[in-house]
């Protein structure tokens, strides 16, 4: 996959898209989702190799508008400058430089199976409370200190209020999401 330009590989990810479309009638939007989903289960299936899947997921992110189906994609591409240049990440606590190609393979996997079973984005929206154990909308809360700031905001749990929650990106936490949507 060595082009000239950024140019022909753009026209490239655009006949890729154009090979699928099997249904003319299929909007844009599909054709992306069916692109995405045929890279990730190549990936998956170690047909591709990862860092190529990964680099077409990217290009599915700016062409869908940052579509919250592949949002996670470019949180992973963020936050592997910043362990680069800052060591340190915005997004994905638990990514690292040398977990880096299974990382993503799971997030493929995650992507997948998310699609598959159709999951609305008010799920995906949601963070776990480690002290009640549940899948909650987190709400702010105001918090006081003797030091400046003063006054400072922070998210917690909107059922118990607690602040040990799991943020979205988290595997494990969109694996609780997986689970309990095949439960519903
Ligand atoms: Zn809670």
């Known amino acids: 996959m060595d082009y000239a330009s950024t140019e022909e590989r753009e026209i490239y990810?655009?006949?890729?898209?154009?090979?699928?479309?099997l249904d003319i009638e299929k909007s844009e939007e599909d054709l992306i989702e069916n692109y995405a989903l045929t890279i990730a289960k190549k990936a998956i299936r170690k047909?591709?190799?990862?860092?190529?899947?990964?680099?077409q997921m990217l290009?599915?992110?700016s062409a869908s508008e940052y579509n919250y189906r592949y949002i996670a994609f470019y949180e992973i591409d963020e936050d592997l400058n910043y362990l680069r240049y800052s060591n340190s990440t915005?997004?994905?606590?638990?990514?690292?430089?040398?977990?880096s190609k299974e990382f993503i393979l799971?997030?493929?996997k995650i992507f997948v199976e998310m699609e598959e079973l159709n999951i609305f984005p008010e799920e995906r929206a949601k963070w776990y409370c480690e002290t009640c154990k549940n899948l909650n909308n987190p709400i702010t809360k105001?918090?006081?200190?003797?030091?400046?700031?003063?006054?400072?905001?922070?998210?917690?749990c909107g059922i118990c209020?607690?602040?040990k929650l799991k943020y979205n990106s988290n595997h494990d936490v969109k694996r609780i999401i997986i689970e309990k949507s095949k439960k519903n």
């Open 13 to 21: 990810f655009w006949k890729s898209i154009a090979d699928l479309k």
């Open 161 to 163: 209020g607690s602040e």
């Open 47 to 55: 047909e591709i190799n990862i860092d190529y899947a990964f680099s």
């Open 142 to 156: 105001n918090k006081f200190q003797f030091k400046k700031p003063f006054k400072y905001a922070v998210w917690t």
């Open 90 to 99: 915005l997004y994905n606590t638990e990514l690292t430089l040398e977990n």
């Open 106 to 108: 799971e997030e493929m």
């Open 59 to 61: 290009k599915i992110v």
